[in-house]
């Protein structure tokens, strides 16, 4: 997942009411890469965080290509279907485009959008704007080609100890 330089400077603020404390987003750009196999993992990540911003005045849109919301997962998600908006059928030009006017306008909590492609540094960094300056969150879905993933070797670090061998 790849988030926002602005995300390390305290992006979750605490704001307490009564005995349980909110979070209040102050401008988060993420990027969470999935497998179009294994939504279950995408859904583990996102919907407590989803639930928590729901508790808001404010919207969550969705801007999908091509898939429309149900409005039962919605409810079984514990979302409040009152304040969930979608707009699907979208470009990924037009998404990015909409996803910055939207998270400008601070009447939503959360903007989540689709994309095929990786953000370009100026892309990322539009949203990062419009993020702090509509007070808002957004997420970029980016699904991962799993073809690719058995082929490629990963880059990782390897730490040696003698705990272990």
């Given amino acids: ?5 602005y995300a390390n400077r305290n992006a979750m603020a605490p704001a307490v009411t009564g005995s349980q404390p909110q979070y209040n987003a102050t401008g988060l750009i993420s990027e969470v890469l999935y497998r179009e196999d294994q939504p279950m993992m995408t859904q583990l990540l996102l919907v407590p965080l989803l639930q928590q911003l729901g508790q808001q005045e404010r919207w969550q849109l969705w801007l999908t290509p091509q898939q429309k919301l149900s409005r039962q997962w919605v409810q079984a998600s514990g979302l409040p279907l009152s304040k969930v908006m979608q707009v699907n059928q979208m470009s990924a030009g037009s998404t990015l485009e909409s996803m910055i006017r939207a998270l400008r306008t601070g009447n939503y909590s959360v903007v989540i959008g689709w994309v095929s492609e990786a953000l370009s540094e100026e892309e990322h ?3 990062v704007s419009a993020a ?34």
């Fill in 1 to 5: 997942m790849y988030t926002s330089d």
């Fill in 125 to 127: 960094l539009q949203l």
């Fill in 132 to 165: 702090e300056e509509g007070n808002a969150m957004g997420f970029i879905m980016r699904p991962v080609n799993t073809s690719s993933l058995a082929s490629r070797q990963f880059s990782g670090l390897k730490i040696h100890s003698n705990l272990y061998h």
